[in-house]
């Protein structure tokens, strides 16, 4: 069993930035991929940015590319997500998830893990 838990969410105003985290416990953690999802008011839960545990390739949804950066800290079981030039569409609740599959980094059904999620609120 692996448990995930965020920080770091907040209000912040439109461009700004915030930094979560994402903790992960548990003695069989050991992901292929750890990634952020996000879900705002009425809509389906999306992609954000994944990476690569052992080899630390990112990837990223085109919404956020170039003003996100997704990070982890193998020795600490965290990872994080630096989100820059914020918007108010960024506003949603995010969620960290922990993959152990190979391929499909960007699709929900290939997390088994999810942490409870953190609230992010950007005002214009």
């Known amino acids: 069993q692996v448990q995930l838990v965020e920080s770091g969410g907040g209000l912040v105003q439109a461009g700004g930035s915030l930094r979560l985290s994402c903790v992960a416990s548990g003695r069989t953690f050991g992901p292929v991929f750890m990634a952020w999802f996000r879900q705002a008011p009425g809509k389906e839960r999306e992609f954000v940015s994944a990476i690569d545990w052992t080899y630390g390739s990112t990837y990223y949804a085109d919404s956020v590319k170039g003003r996100f950066t997704i990070s982890r800290d193998n020795g600490k079981n965290m990872v994080y997500l630096q989100m820059n030039s914020l918007k108010p569409e960024d506003t949603a609740v995010y969620y960290c998830?922990?993959?152990?599959?190979?391929?499909?980094?960007?699709?929900?059904?290939?997390?088994?893990?999810w942490g409870q999620g953190t609230q992010v609120t950007v005002s214009s």
């Open positions: 998830a922990n993959s152990n599959i190979y391929n499909d980094y960007d699709r929900e059904s290939r997390y088994n893990y």
